[in-house]
């Protein structure tokens, strides 16, 4: 009679596990794929170039309207004193006045392909 410790049964156990994985592949080389013939650069497709972000410094501050037509309004923004206009038809506000206050966050281009300095109007100043 043969006795087999249960140490031994968990090795042959493990053995006969990965002898079943380890099976011989027939494929020297791999398949080219249609998602690898996209991958490579052609005349026809240049490699897509990684898309850089524009980043912003904000600043939160006040706008005050300086003038006032049906086209455009122009407004100040502070902190900065800068002046910028904005299409009448764009501006939220239709009561909007000479001299109201407008809460406001102008971003300014730090770094990334950033076209202009952006103004955002937020809410009357209360």
Not at 38 to 60: D, G
């Amino acid at each position: 009679m043969v006795v087999i410790s249960p140490s031994n049964i968990l090795l042959l156990v493990l053995f006969i596990m990965l002898a079943g994985c380890a099976a011989p592949s027939l494929n020297v080389e791999p398949a080219r794929t249609e998602q690898a013939k996209l991958q490579t650069p052609s005349k026809k497709n240049k490699p897509l170039k990684p898309s850089i972000p524009c980043v912003y410094e904000s600043t939160k501050g006040v706008a005050e309207v300086i003038e006032l037509n049906s086209q455009q309004i122009t407004f100040k923004f502070y902190p900065g004193d800068q002046i910028f206009s904005l299409p009448a038809k764009t501006v939220g506000h239709p009561e909007i006045s000479l001299k109201q206050e407008l809460k406001a966050i102008i971003r300014t281009p730090l770094s990334g392909p950033c076209e202009k300095t952006e103004f955002e109007l937020l809410s009357t100043v209360e």
